[in-house]
């Protein structure tokens, strides 16, 4: 379920075609060279979620159950959202893009890499909780480092995703454009609610079962 989740909430199809619009004007060569490093800074980013989820909710004291059914929540809401109105969401992109001062500093481009452009254009926050809830649901049959080795894979394959979708982000906008760029978002979206249900499910599943185990416990 890994890659999936990803690939639909990062949305990269989506994302390069307002890549495009943002990076409009500049070479190809700064357009490639910001393509790699946005790809690059996006896998660090949702690999460090991916190892140091667990971590990070030890420290705040937040049960695994509990992100599972959060990180649900925040993904079936933004999918709803995506489902109703991809147009939408794209803007939403853009202006976050050009509020990073995409538009008004052409010259140091690479500047702006990380951030808008990687964070939140590419990897937002909603990334992030999806990577943590999917570290926080157990390497049932495997070892622990081949679980997050899988995940992070995953990850990977994601940034690579985005690497060629960004490189090529011009093309893409012209063989798909508007109607098909949205129409491929909707299908996303879809997924992506799928994903987001399932995740919530699996933290009630956790809680009921806790509560039950609990209740066992007093009886005894």
């Known amino acids: 379920m890994a890659f999936p989740a990803l690939f639909s909430i990062v949305n990269p199809l989506g994302a390069a075609l307002i890549f495009a619009q943002v990076t409009d004007g500049r070479s190809r060569a700064e357009c490639l060279a910001l393509a790699r490093t946005v790809a690059f800074y996006s896998a660090m980013l949702m690999i460090a979620s991916i190892w140091m989820g667990g971590t990070i909710l030890s420290f705040f004291g937040i049960t695994i159950n509990a992100l599972r059914i959060a990180g649900g929540l925040v993904v079936a809401v933004r999918a709803w959202a995506l489902l109703q109105a991809p147009e ?57 480092v081949m679980f997050y080795g899988i995940l992070s894979a995953a990850a990977l394959a994601v940034a690579c995703i985005i690497w060629v979708a960004y490189a090529y982000a011009e093309q893409l906008m012209g063989l798909l454009g508007t109607t098909g760029t949205r129409i491929v978002s909707r299908l996303v979206a879809l997924i992506l609610l799928s994903i987001g249900v399932q995740i919530l499910i699996s933290g009630v599943q956790g809680v009921v079962l806790s509560m039950a185990h609990n209740i066992v416990q007093l009886m005894h």
């Open 88 to 144: 939408t969401e794209e803007a939403r992109k853009q202006a976050q893009a050009s509020q990073g001062g995409l538009s008004a500093a052409r010259s140091n481009g690479m500047e702006l890499a990380f951030f808008p452009l990687t964070m939140p254009f590419t990897v937002g926050p909603g990334t992030i909780a999806v990577a943590i809830a999917l570290s926080s649901e157990g390497s049932a049959g495997v070892s622990t």
